[in-house]
């Protein structure tokens, strides 16, 4: 996935400052004893694993502009693994190989998206807050 195909930022640390803030929130589910339980399908643990990975995958993917994309994945894949043996080491949770499995399909399926236009979203939601906050950068002001 050739970098040139995604978008230039706007405001690429933004992007990068909430990938990381996933992450975190993904690390702090993980080694909680007892996480919240959300209602209805994601209810299930392996849909949640899925979904997780796939959005942190699917955002670093693109925070990064796909930048070395099979290394970031399989940093996410990495995360995901280290955090399941963190979990068999506790009392509280326990080591799934079906948690790790369900791991490496969203990352898979959130790296696949990056190949997409979909997958290439967040340009579009960066150039929608730069409208909404009126940003224009040095030089492309209105002449004043």
């Avoid at 007892?34 to 392996?46: E, F, H, R, V, Y």
């Avoid at 990495?78 to 399909?105: H, P």
């Avoid at 898979?108 to 009126?134: E, H, M, N, W």
Wanted: proline fraction near 8%.
């Amino acid at each position: 996935m050739p970098q040139s195909s995604f978008p230039e930022f706007t405001f690429p640390r933004l992007w990068q400052i909430l990938a990381a803030l996933a992450t975190l929130a993904v690390i702090v589910l993980s080694l909680m004893p007892k996480p919240p339980q959300p209602p209805g399908a994601l209810s299930w643990d392996k849909a949640q694993h899925v979904l997780a990975y796939f959005v942190l995958a699917a955002a670093w993917v693109q925070a990064t502009r796909g930048r070395r994309w099979p290394v970031t994945a399989a940093v996410v894949f990495a995360l995901g693994l280290a955090l399941e043996l963190l979990q068999g080491l506790g009392s509280a949770r326990q080591l799934q190989v079906t948690d790790m499995a369900a791991n490496a399909i969203g990352v898979a399926l959130g790296g696949a998206l990056c190949l997409t236009p979909l997958g290439r979203s967040l340009g579009k939601l960066d150039d929608v807050v730069a409208r909404l906050i009126g940003y224009q950068p040095w030089g492309h002001g209105n002449g004043d």
